[in-house]
């Protein structure tokens, strides 16, 4: 089974704090993405990257910025953290950007910013 | 502009009988949709799927059934277990639109009451 992994459950950070929220896969994926979740709002893409190195942005990039130095690994920064930007944060991944190729999700990071 | 709406934001269904969740696109090009199922504090997973070639994809319990003409999918459980309390989440993909990233809807909360 692929496995994606986000480095924390919950984080609690301060308004103006730089936040890192880590996420990694197991299975040579080339596609990699990050998503909010709110309620009443769905899920929201922010950033997506389609190979290492490479990166795109989604619906709602504003306030957000990513790193993808190895194929694994897609990380999200939240540059100056905003009360607004309470939420679940998910991580995916798939194979290739083949319609209907199935998104593997992390169990998600809740973030609570101060 | 949403491009998939999913208008019932819950829904509650008696323990053996059929639960029914709906979901309407509009974009023509989309030919893949995609059921995600989700618990809180987990992140979604992949239920089932149909292509735009079928008007029906059963997997046990699970039915999508498509109808192209009214840009509408449905996704039936039948019969509904308390274990199927969750977030639903409708999306859709296509290589005409979305770079083909997955466009969700906002979800719909099934309770399934014993």
């Known amino acids: 089974d692929v496995k994606v992994t986000q480095s924390s459950r919950y984080l609690v950070k301060r308004t103006g704090e730089k936040v890192f929220l880590e996420c990694v896969q197991d299975?040579?994926?080339?596609?990699m993405f990050w998503y909010r979740q709110d309620p009443g709002l769905g899920l929201r893409l922010i950033y997506f990257s389609y190979d290492v190195k490479m990166k795109e942005k989604g619906d709602i990039p504003e306030g957000y910025s990513v790193s993808r130095e190895k194929k694994e690994r897609f990380s999200l920064i939240l540059e100056s953290a905003s009360t607004n930007q309470t939420s679940m944060y998910l991580c995916?991944?798939?194979?290739?950007?083949?319609?209907?190729?199935?998104?593997?999700f992390g169990s998600g990071t809740q973030l609570s910013v101060l | 502009d949403q491009q998939v709406k999913q208008n019932s934001p819950s829904l509650s269904v008696q323990e053996g009988r059929i639960s029914i969740l709906n979901c309407d696109y509009t974009?023509?090009?989309?030919?893949?949709f995609l059921w995600y199922k989700k618990y809180p504090a987990e992140g979604p997973t992949f239920l089932i799927s149909?292509?735009?070639?079928?008007d029906k994809n059963e997997d046990g319990r699970f039915t999508v059934f498509l109808n192209k003409s009214a840009k509408h999918l449905s996704l039936h459980i039948v019969p509904s277990q308390p274990g199927d309390s969750a977030v639903y989440f409708c999306a859709a993909t296509g290589y005409g639109g979305s770079q083909g990233n997955l466009i969700f809807g906002k979800g719909t909360k099934l309770s399934v009451k014993p």
């Open positions: 974009n023509s090009m989309f030919d893949y």
């Open positions: 149909i292509s735009s070639i079928k």
């Open positions: 995916a991944s798939r194979y290739r950007p083949n319609p209907g190729e199935k998104l593997f």
């Open positions: 299975m040579d994926h080339e596609n």
